[in-house]
């Protein structure tokens, strides 16, 4: 099976920052971007440049920090849009437009009121405009899983031609269902005929909770772009999450065959930075970033991860930025865990007894405390063991 790259488009500091509540100052976004770069994110979607002379600024503040990534701004399809995005991008060492319009016909009647001609029209003047402009054009139709099939295949091959060299397909209303999704990805990049002059990219919000499974589904039909957030910060329910992607196809490379080249032990420090900036805290049991993703409480579990790692963990700690896996000691916890962890902190039992006795303590104060730390085993062992 032949190995194609996957282009990681973050999007955090643009659909990201349009989760209600999430607003970041310039030098905010530049942090963050550099976090980004560093973990080596192909592309970094940098703000709406037209939208506000904060979001100019700080895309243009992005561009001229960031030379590891490629920097991109979104604009709508008017010139104006495409004129102010170029000209944030300017500093950029590769940059990118972004120019999208809506292609269901919801959106077209009810939102634009626009003929489909129409629509079809203005995409291609904004993606020439943009092209005349930068060598890097994305082209979006937004609302794509809700728009009519042979309208995509129509507008995307005149896309294309008019210079497009990306063409995401987001399912902005996170309506799209895996199996559909996927489908839509495959039968438009085999039937649309100058597919092959465009890397396909997908785009998925979460109002289902499917926006990672939709993402994924996309890759295995011939995506090779995401565009996904850092936490699933973003619009509503938020976007594809994009440390979820990265290890999901890291972890299951046996049927993603596809290469990323993300530093992934900067998917935890980066998550915090985004969630301390934006205030937005990560659930506990979040996959991958959340606090529990890789603790361990029931005994059983314990015993096994003590004696072999992979029993219960497909991914190391390490291998995103945590420390360490963490056996948390609760009233689940076995004796193994509990015996492992007195030997971390140098207390040694001096026989079987010692040690029936000290778990037996243990678990009655489990039965009364939600977590039992390091201090409280210090004071439990201190009763039970007196230092002589
Ligand atoms: O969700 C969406 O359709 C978008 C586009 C602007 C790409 O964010
Ligand atoms: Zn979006």
């Known amino acids: 099976m032949a190995i194609d790259r996957l282009i990681i488009f973050d999007t955090t500091l643009r659909d990201g920052e349009q989760s209600p509540g999430a607003s970041m100052t310039r030098d905010e976004k530049v942090r963050i971007a550099k976090m980004l770069e560093k973990m080596g994110v192909d592309v970094i979607e940098a703000g709406f440049a037209i939208a506000s002379v904060g979001d100019f600024e700080s895309v243009r503040a992005v561009a001229e920090a960031v030379k590891g990534s ?3 701004s979104l604009a709508r399809t008017g010139a104006e849009d495409i004129d102010r995005a170029a000209e944030a991008l300017r500093p950029a060492e590769s940059g990118r437009i972004h120019t999208f319009i809506a292609t269901s016909p ?3 009647e009810y939102k634009l009121r626009m003929a489909p001609d129409n629509v079809v029209e203005r995409a291609v003047a904004a993606v020439k405009h943009a092209r005349n402009l930068i060598g890097d054009v994305e082209f979006s139709c937004e609302d794509a899983s809700r728009s009519e099939y ?3 295949c129509r ?3 005149q896309v294309i031609n008019a210079g497009a060299r990306t063409i995401n397909l987001p399912d902005t209303v996170g309506y799209g269902e895996p199996g559909e999704y996927g489908a839509m990805v495959a039968r438009l ?8 002059k465009a890397i396909f990219s997908v785009h998925c919000h979460n109002d289902l909770g499917l ?5 994924l589904s996309a890759v295995m039909h011939g995506a090779r772009q995401v565009e996904c957030t850092i936490n699933g910060l973003g619009e509503r329910a938020g976007n594809a ?5 990265v290890m999901a196809v890291r972890t299951r490379a046996d049927i993603f065959p596809v290469e ?3 530093d992934a032990t900067q998917i935890v420090p980066t998550s915090r930075l985004v969630s301390s900036i934006t205030g937005f805290p990560v659930q506990p049991n979040k996959a991958i970033v959340g606090a529990n993703a890789f603790a361990h409480e029931s005994g059983i579990h314990q015993d096994g991860v003590l004696k072999y790692r992979e029993t219960y963990e497909i991914m190391r700690a390490e291998d995103v930025g945590w420390n360490a896996n963490k056996l948390v000691l609760g009233k689940h916890s076995g004796r193994a865990a509990f015996k492992a962890r007195l030997e971390e902190l140098g207390i040694t039992l001096e026989n079987q007894a010692a040690l029936n006795l000290a778990f037996t303590r243990f678990k009655e104060l489990a039965d009364k405390k939600h977590e039992i730390f390091d201090e409280d085993l210090q004071a439990l062992m201190s009763d039970v063991q007196p230092a002589e």
């Open 70 to 72: 490629t920097i991109c």
């Open 106 to 108: 919801i959106h077209m």
């Open 150 to 152: 042979d309208f995509l």
């Open 155 to 157: 507008i995307i091959e």
């Open 189 to 196: 990049m085999n039937s649309v005929p100058n597919a092959d």
């Open 211 to 215: 926006a990672v499974a939709n993402s």
């Open 241 to 245: 999450s994009l440390e979820e992607l």
């Open 260 to 262: 990323v080249s993300v």
